[in-house]
């Protein structure tokens, strides 16, 4: 049985793979932000926040109204609960 040759037993995505490696290592260069990406990042940032406070005050007003829509059933559940409704209530029978 004949040997086989390195070629014939190297695997094609091994070798790409390794290529890939090599080649783009030396290629490679470390991105350094400029002002306009920082000034973006900010702006998005400044962005981000803005819409946060506007929801958490759109919250808190919903939940203030929510509150006192509530407070404002029960206390006409207690009137209506309270007050006798039979007029026989009003004026005792006496024997």
Known sequence: MKPKSLLETWD???NESRYQRYVCSKKYL???ESESQEKAKDEKKAKKKKRYKKYK?????VLHYSWKCLLLGLQN?????STPSMPSAFFPEFK
């Open 77 to 81: 559940f207690t009137v209506g609960y």
């Open 12 to 14: 094609e995505a091994q």
């Open 57 to 61: 005050k759109n919250v808190r007003k």
């Open 30 to 32: 470390t991105l350094e």
